[in-house]
């Protein structure tokens, strides 16, 4: 476009928390900001709040005075939108109402020049029923930050079908100038990150509505296993159950209401009650003062068993293996390495989205049956599922093998799929129709999960980790159980036929 990005004179309407967020990256990146809100209060408590944000950073010696001062200055309050005419490039981030977005921006277009650039940090909504009442749809794009906006570094570009290349390639060079990560998008529902997280939730919530275990363990066990940053629970307490709930309702919407979209009873009437997490002082968890996050279920103590033996036509996974190899237990043979199985009875296998249950009356035998980790070697933590007429005897074998490896172990309600089990394939498989659909590419996807929402690695990386054979079995089991919520999309089954 030929426009220098350090004198781009920028505006941000809007002055809550991601306006002021998006106004301070700006200005900290040398960019003179004209900031407005309809309500001039906002403005300037907004400007207040940069400044003190400012001054922290001097204080702790991350920023000179010289640099401090600057950046104040670099922040205007102005107290009409007409103000905003010599703006190249409008940042809207005004309450995440559709009517309201369109009707602003209209307005906004009406008075800037031809060559200035609209956005809107719309999260969920739909760009193209912004773009239809615009007369220059070809200069409007959607950048959506995430919040705390100076500290998340993702940031989606997204474009529409009329979007110029030339605006999203100029964005995209201006955010990585403020230290962002840009990933580029095409209008979808929900985009990337608000799209193929909500599986996290969702099927967190199911297992939770089965009674399959508690909260507490149910985190520990995403956090333990999947080594996710948190668990979905007290991840949902923190961005607040109102605001969650509100983007699956849109998403859930957007695609028709599809099952696998749907919002959960039990989030909703904690948010009709006004339990809408840390905000409120209570949402799944309680956080009253002297109260604390409650510790997940452990099994107790264990004798391990004389030896185990691994066979099987099927495959372990090879930090399992490794793992087993370092037990003081003895491994009588090595056939195969599909399933472990005990000396008199009784064998353990790798979830596959069938219960335990079912998986012992096709085998003639007790079942116990091991949820996913990203890596069994380092997990401080083991899940487990066992038949209804796996014997005492033979579960404590089990849960007594991996406390020998310094595992604790965790033993929850049988349940086709487990927790990480059917979690990740579900995340995985709505990764995949992001890429089906050519909303992004695989690797602006794993990007987008891995720096948006904290990921220990990204949704297709997972997949081709885990293997796309074993995420499609995992899911048409499941799909065979639960039916429409977990169909396979037709790029997740080719994927695995080629494997």
């Known amino acids: 476009?030929?426009?220098?990005?350090?004198?781009?004179?920028?505006?941000?309407?809007?002055?809550?928390?991601?306006?002021?967020?998006?106004?301070?990256?700006?200005?900290?990146?040398?960019?003179?900001?004209?900031?407005?809100?309809?309500?001039?209060?906002?403005?300037?408590?907004?400007?207040?709040?940069?400044?003190?944000?400012?001054?922290?950073?001097?204080?702790?010696?991350?920023?000179?005075?010289?640099?401090?001062?600057?950046?104040?200055?670099?922040?205007?309050?102005?107290?009409?939108?007409?103000?905003?005419?010599?703006?190249?490039?409008?940042?809207?981030?005004?309450?995440?109402?559709l009517e309201i977005k369109k009707d602003l921006l209209c307005r906004l277009e009406s008075f800037v020049g031809t060559d200035s650039i609209l956005s809107t940090n719309t999260s969920s909504l739909d760009l193209k029923k912004i773009g239809r009442k615009l007369k220059r749809p070809a200069r409007f794009v959607g950048i959506h930050f995430f919040n705390p906006v100076p500290l998340i570094e993702l940031v989606e570009i997204i474009h529409t079908d009329e979007t110029e290349?030339?605006?999203?390639?100029?964005?995209?060079?201006?955010?990585?100038?403020?230290?962002?990560?840009?990933?580029?998008?095409?209008?979808?529902?929900?985009?990337?990150?608000?799209?193929?997280?909500?599986?996290?939730?969702?099927?967190?919530?199911?297992?939770?509505?089965?009674?399959?275990?508690?909260?507490?363990?149910?985190?520990?066990?995403?956090?333990?296993?999947?080594?996710?940053?948190?668990?979905?629970f007290e991840l949902m307490d923190l961005i607040g159950l109102d605001v969650n709930f509100e983007v699956t309702t849109q998403v859930w919407e957007s695609f028709d209401r599809?099952?696998?979209?749907?919002?959960?009873?039990?989030?909703?009437?904690?948010?009709?009650?006004?339990?809408?997490?840390?905000?409120?002082?209570?949402?799944?968890?309680?956080?009253?003062?002297?109260?604390?996050?409650?510790?997940?279920?452990?099994?107790?103590?264990?004798?391990?068993?004389?030896?185990?033996?691994?066979?099987?036509?099927?495959?372990?996974?090879?930090?399992?293996?490794?793992?087993?190899?370092?037990s003081t237990v003895g491994i009588k043979s090595i056939s195969g390495s599909g399933k472990i199985k005990f000396p008199g009875g009784g064998i353990m296998v790798i979830s596959n989205g069938k219960s335990s249950e079912e998986r012992s009356l096709e085998n003639g035998d007790s079942v116990i049956s091991m949820d996913l980790c990203l890596d069994y070697e380092y997990s401080p933590r083991v899940v487990i599922a066992k038949d209804p007429n796996c014997s005492e005897k033979v579960l404590n074998k089990a849960v007594g093998l991996f406390q020998s490896l310094g595992k604790q172990v965790t033993l929850i309600k049988d349940i086709p799929g487990m927790v990480l089990t059917r979690s990740i394939a579900m995340l995985v498989n709505e990764a995949s129709m992001l890429l089906e659909e050519e909303v992004a590419d695989s690797s602006n996807i794993n990007l987008a999960m891995k720096k948006g929402v904290n990921y220990p690695i990204g949704s297709l990386e997972w997949g081709e980790l885990w293997g796309y054979k074993s995420v499609v079995e995992t899911l048409e089991n499941l799909f065979h159980e639960y039916g429409e919520r977990y169909r396979v999309s037709s790029w997740l089954k080719q994927r695995g036929k080629i494997e």
């Open 165 to 232: 290349p030339n605006i999203t390639k100029f964005v995209s060079k201006l955010l990585k100038e403020w230290g962002k990560i840009p990933v580029h998008v095409l209008n979808s529902p929900g985009f990337i990150v608000n799209r193929a997280a909500r599986p996290f939730y969702g099927e967190a919530l199911r297992i939770f509505s089965d009674e399959t275990t508690d909260v507490a363990t149910c985190d520990a066990i995403f956090r333990d296993c999947g080594r996710f940053r948190m668990g979905p």
């Open 1 to 97: 476009m030929g426009i220098k990005t350090g004198n781009y004179p920028l505006a941000v309407v809007g002055a809550g928390t991601m306006g002021r967020g998006i106004a301070q990256v700006a200005a900290s990146a040398g960019h003179p900001v004209m900031l407005y809100d309809v309500a001039e209060k906002n403005t300037l408590d907004a400007i207040q709040f940069i400044e003190q944000r400012i001054e922290d950073s001097f204080q702790k010696g991350k920023i000179t005075e010289n640099i401090k001062l600057q950046v104040i200055k670099n922040i205007k309050p102005v107290h009409e939108l007409d103000e905003l005419i010599k703006s190249k490039l409008i940042v809207e981030a005004v309450i995440e109402d």
């Open 258 to 326: 599809h099952p696998r979209f749907n919002p959960s009873r039990i989030q909703k009437d904690l948010v009709d009650s006004g339990k809408l997490g840390r905000k409120s002082g209570q949402g799944f968890y309680y956080y009253s003062v002297g109260r604390e996050i409650p510790n997940p279920e452990n099994m107790p103590y264990c004798n391990p068993p004389d030896s185990i033996i691994i066979e099987g036509s099927e495959k372990l996974p090879n930090s399992l293996v490794e793992m087993l190899k370092k």
